[in-house]
């Protein structure tokens, strides 16, 4: 047993130590998929675009293809050449509702939509990866989930691909024993991988609220009930109690970002409306915060006379990393890359990733992989989910060793 756990330690030394040049040998095939799936971007949970352009790239290797029934969602399998466990390997195909405005020469035709969060390249880099991996098949004790999946931005993709079976596909000995993700950046060094054991993105909940009140002429407003004011004593009410109802040490962030009344300057509205996030790093705090929203906006109402409707859209759950993954992915990203390309987060980040409903299940990790522009500095540079940000293409090398490297860490 001593003798083969060496020999499957010596071949997996020599595989890792050529996969960063495996990794720029496809990077043809990674840019012009990429580039593709950039001119024609797609939003929320049905692309037909990518998936097509998915199966057309997947299509020569070796792999057992799955489509989702509800979804535009693609499940590659690739069987090794020995029994063992199963690695699930994620990335997200969706785009946002932008309208590009950068110089690339590829830059979106779809007026109103554009890959401002960089899922073609994780799909790109995905199916690079697959390629590489393909190429170690008979090396592979067990078997590769390539989960491409719509619907990221707000929609639950991985939620529905959860429901239609992506993890239990295989019957419960073929639950993945480990699931990776990563997450490209515009704002961090090219080439640099980031990330951090436990939470390492928030839970994201949609606030919105409707004041009530009763509408009339603005030379009378004691004739009338108006909701202006009571939705604008509720913002600061809703911020008070962020500062007061929630421990410093648990962070949590309240945003209301947008808010709506009447139709013209001389009649007092029927109705004001707030629209917002609740952004939260534990089950407990985002529970009880829900609580105090409710109270916090049905009282500041009352006292205005008003009433108001409380609607609160549950959204993604923590992101949450297992600590022995993370150390996994960091330690592996080290061996591939160097010390200085790897980074521990201090802190998480407050967006939301649903990343998250596969972590809920199984145990992994996502990481952040820079991608700054040549020439720009990452403090300023256009950030994630700004219409004119862009992405060094030359991150994804290193991003397709990753994906494959996670693989083969677990399986050779």
């Given at each position: 047993?001593?003798?083969?756990?060496?020999?499957?330690?010596?071949?997996?030394?020599?595989?890792?130590?050529?996969?960063?040049?495996?990794?720029?040998?496809?990077?043809?095939?990674?840019?012009?998929?990429?580039?593709?799936?950039?001119?024609?971007?797609?939003?929320?949970?049905?692309?037909?675009?990518?998936?097509?352009?998915?199966?057309?790239?997947?299509?020569?290797?070796?792999?057992?293809?799955?489509?989702?029934?509800?979804?535009?969602?693609?499940?590659?399998?690739?069987?090794?050449?020995?029994?063992?466990?199963?690695?699930?390997?994620?990335?997200?195909?969706?785009?946002?509702?932008?309208?590009?405005?950068?110089?690339?020469?590829?830059?979106?035709?779809?007026?109103?939509?554009?890959?401002?969060?960089?899922?073609?390249?994780?799909?790109?880099?995905?199916?690079?990866?697959?390629?590489?991996?393909?190429?170690?098949?008979?090396?592979?004790?067990?078997?590769?989930?390539?989960?491409?999946?719509?619907?990221?931005?707000?929609?639950?993709?991985?939620?529905?691909?959860?429901?239609?079976?992506?993890?239990?596909?295989?019957?419960?000995?073929?639950?993945?024993?480990?699931?990776?993700?990563?997450?490209?950046?515009?704002?961090?060094?090219?080439?640099?991988?980031?990330?951090?054991?436990?939470?390492?993105?928030?839970?994201?909940?949609?606030?919105?609220?409707?004041?009530?009140?009763?509408?009339?002429?603005?030379?009378?407003?004691?004739?009338?009930?108006?909701?202006?004011?009571?939705?604008?004593?509720?913002?600061?009410?809703?911020?008070?109690?962020?500062?007061?109802?929630?421990?410093?040490?648990?962070?949590?962030?309240?945003?209301?970002?947008r808010i709506t009344a009447g139709t013209t300057n001389n009649i007092i509205p029927e109705t004001a409306e707030l629209e917002g996030t609740l952004r939260t790093m534990s089950e407990p705090v985002r529970l009880a915060l829900r609580e105090e929203i409710r109270r916090v906006c049905r009282h500041t109402a009352l006292a205005h006379d008003c009433t108001a409707r409380v609607d609160i859209e549950p959204g993604y759950p923590v992101t949450v990393n297992d600590p022995a993954a993370a150390t996994t992915l960091g330690d592996l990203a080290t061996r591939l890359f160097g010390?200085?390309?790897?980074?521990?987060?201090?802190?998480?980040?407050?967006?939301?990733?649903?990343?998250?409903?596969?972590?809920?299940?199984?145990?992994?990790?996502?990481?952040?992989?820079?991608?700054?522009?040549?020439?720009?500095?990452?403090?300023?540079?256009?950030?994630?989910?700004?219409?004119?940000?862009?992405?060094?293409?030359?991150?994804?090398?290193?991003?397709?060793?990753?994906?494959?490297?996670?693989?083969?860490?677990?399986?050779?």
């Open positions: 047993m001593a003798s083969s756990d060496s020999r499957s330690a010596t071949l997996l030394a020599a595989v890792l130590s050529g996969l960063a040049a495996e990794a720029r040998r496809v990077q043809p095939r990674t840019v012009a998929l990429r580039r593709a799936l950039h001119r024609r971007p797609e939003i929320g949970l049905d692309l037909p675009v990518a998936r097509d352009a998915i199966l057309t790239e997947l299509a020569d290797l070796p792999l057992r293809l799955h489509l989702g029934r509800e979804v535009s969602s693609v499940v590659g399998v690739l069987e090794g050449g020995r029994p063992g466990p199963t690695v699930l390997l994620r990335a997200d195909m969706d785009a946002l509702p932008l309208q590009e405005d950068t110089a690339v020469e590829f830059r979106s035709k779809t007026d109103g939509a554009m890959h401002a969060c960089g899922h073609d390249t994780h799909v790109a880099m995905l199916a690079s990866a697959a390629r590489v991996l393909a190429n170690h098949r008979e090396d592979l004790g067990g078997r590769v989930l390539f989960m491409f999946q719509p619907g990221e931005e707000g929609f639950h993709g991985a939620r529905h691909m959860i429901s239609d079976g992506l993890l239990d596909r295989h019957g419960p000995a073929g639950l993945p024993k480990a699931a990776y993700a990563l997450h490209i950046s515009a704002t961090l060094p090219s080439g640099e991988v980031h990330t951090r054991p436990g939470p390492i993105m928030a839970a994201a909940d949609v606030l919105r609220v409707t004041v009530v009140g009763r509408g009339g002429h603005a030379s009378a407003p004691h004739d009338a009930v108006d909701p202006v004011p009571a939705a604008a004593a509720m913002v600061g009410a809703l911020q008070t109690m962020m500062t007061r109802k929630v421990d410093t040490h648990q962070p949590a962030v309240l945003t209301i970002a010390a200085r390309k790897v980074a521990t987060m201090p802190t998480p980040i407050m967006g939301a990733e649903d990343f998250a409903y596969v972590l809920e299940r199984v145990p992994g990790a996502l990481a952040f992989l820079g991608a700054c522009s040549p020439g720009a500095d990452p403090l300023g540079a256009a950030p994630n989910h700004s219409n004119r940000v862009t992405f060094d293409e030359a991150a994804m090398v290193p991003g397709v060793a990753l994906y494959a490297g996670l693989a083969l860490h677990h399986l050779m």
